[in-house]
């Protein structure tokens, strides 16, 4: 089992997650080495990327390959994927569980999407998402790509910029903020879940074809703004917020169209149907987003002292 990237939140919750009945995978380091890394016992081997024999031979030995390496729209990240194919098949991997992004679906106007929903990326990291997707489901005859939402949890960013506007905003901006959003779906998904997920396909499932699955935790109806920055205020001893009038859907249906959006996506979900029936559990999801809370506002104090 190898891990390529992963030096991340999410690569570090998959290895303090990782079942003890199974072997460790060992970690393909190219740039970053964090300290986690280090000291975690794991198998970690430095590798150039840019250097196929090198590639090769710390691919050696390996059966699956999980990728968690993610583009930033500047066009290295399909480029190195095209490069890497010839060296996954030459060393014999035949599985790739890829982490990918619920963003290829940023212009779609589908009130409910699945598995069967034409993507429509806008921006370039999107679309590099998408090219890096066609070049794994060619390069492994078993893939498990894995569409993630917005994931959160110790390391992330998602959820830090509404908790920052937790601990300093005034309580009229917080206000205005949940007047306008309040029930606006989140598509947030715990760290927890996808180092779950990647296990689980990496070691428990067996797909024979390239297979896009969505995950997230949509099907909780708490997966909303309102529960979010209500669950915040608990943590942060923030005046309660539930009180707060909504101001009418078309509000945020315009906020969203000026920011170039579909207005539908006020109101979009991500199915998990097909995630459960593949045995993924999906639930948690309130009492992951607690702890978190709980920890930022922690981490939030301790820099005020």
């Known amino acids: ?7 991340g939140f999410v690569g570090r919750a998959l290895a303090e997650t ?10 393909l380091v190219h740039r970053s080495f964090p300290r986690w890394l280090s000291d975690s016992g794991i198998r970690v081997q430095r590798v150039d990327l840019d250097d196929p024999s090198e590639v090769r031979a710390a691919l050696a030995g390996g059966n699956v390959l999980i990728n968690l390496l993610r583009p930033d729209g500047r066009g290295w990240y399909p480029n190195l994927l095209r490069r890497l194919g010839p060296s996954f098949g030459d060393v014999g991997l035949r599985r790739c569980v890829h982490a990918s992004s619920i963003d290829v679906y940023a212009g779609s106007a589908q009130g409910l999407i699945d598995e069967e929903t034409p993507v429509r ?21 078993e893939a498990a790509i894995l569409r993630l939402g917005a994931v ?18 005034s309580f009229p ?6 007047a306008l959003y309040g029930e606006r779906r989140m598509h947030l998904v715990s760290v927890g879940l996808v180092a779950r997920a990647l296990i689980h396909f990496a070691v428990d499932v067996c797909v024979d074809a390239p297979t896009v699955v969505l ?63 593949f045995g993924l559990r999906a639930d948690g999801f309130g009492e992951a987003l607690r702890n978190y809370a709980r920890m930022l506002a922690v981490d939030a104090e301790e820099r005020h002292i």
Not at 173 to 178: Q, S
């Open 1 to 7: 089992m190898v891990v390529l990237g992963g030096t």
């Open 121 to 141: 990326p806008l921006s370039r990291y999107e679309e590099e998402h998408c090219e890096a997707e066609r070049n794994i489901a060619g390069g492994f005859p």
């Open 152 to 169: 959160f949890g110790p390391g992330g960013r998602n959820v830090v910029s509404f908790a920052q506007e937790m601990a300093d905003a």
């Open 215 to 277: 995950l997230t935790q949509d099907d909780d109806s708490d997966n909303n703004f309102a529960f979010v920055q209500d669950t915040l205020a608990e943590s942060f001893g923030r005046q309660p917020l539930r009180n707060v009038p909504a101001l009418p859907p078309a509000a945020l249906s315009l906020a969203l169209r000026l920011r170039g959006l579909p207005s539908q996506a006020a109101r979009r979900r991500f199915s998990a149907q097909k995630a459960k029936g």
């Open 173 to 178: 901006k917080l206000a205005l903020r949940r």
């Open 18 to 27: 990782w079942p003890a009945v199974h072997r460790r995978p060992r970690y």
